[in-house]
């Protein structure tokens, strides 16, 4: 499976639970939709990010790619200590030159 350096630099972010790095993958305006509510900016992506690292140890190992018009769409199993874990999901990206400009968690 090949995944784009940026996909690969976010789930690497994400599995060293860095949210400086993870923020560094997204556009300025970005907006990203997880768990029924949506962070718009930089200071709230940092700020999801943050917290979910707070509240969860998890890893993000994907399991397939694909694209759908300009979507690019990341197939996860996700575990950790959350209820229900394992689970999978799919990480839904809209890219814009070298940023993720939209990131929807399903």
């Known amino acids: 499976m090949k995944l784009s350096p940026l996909v690969t630099d976010f789930v690497k972010a994400k599995n060293s639970r860095d949210s400086s790095a993870v923020v560094a993958c997204f556009a300025e305006d970005a907006v990203v939709q997880d768990e029924g509510r949506e962070m718009r900016g930089l ?7 943050d917290k979910s690292f707070e509240r969860f140890q998890y890893d993000i190992a994907p399991t397939g790619i694909g694209e759908t018009g300009d979507k690019t769409v990341l197939t996860a199993t996700v575990t950790g200590n959350f209820p229900g874990s394992p689970v999978s999901l799919d990480f839904i ?9 939209a990131l929807s968690i399903q």
């Open 93 to 101: 990206f809209v890219i814009k030159g070298d940023r993720i400009a």
């Open 43 to 49: 200071l709230a992506i940092k700020e999801w990010s």
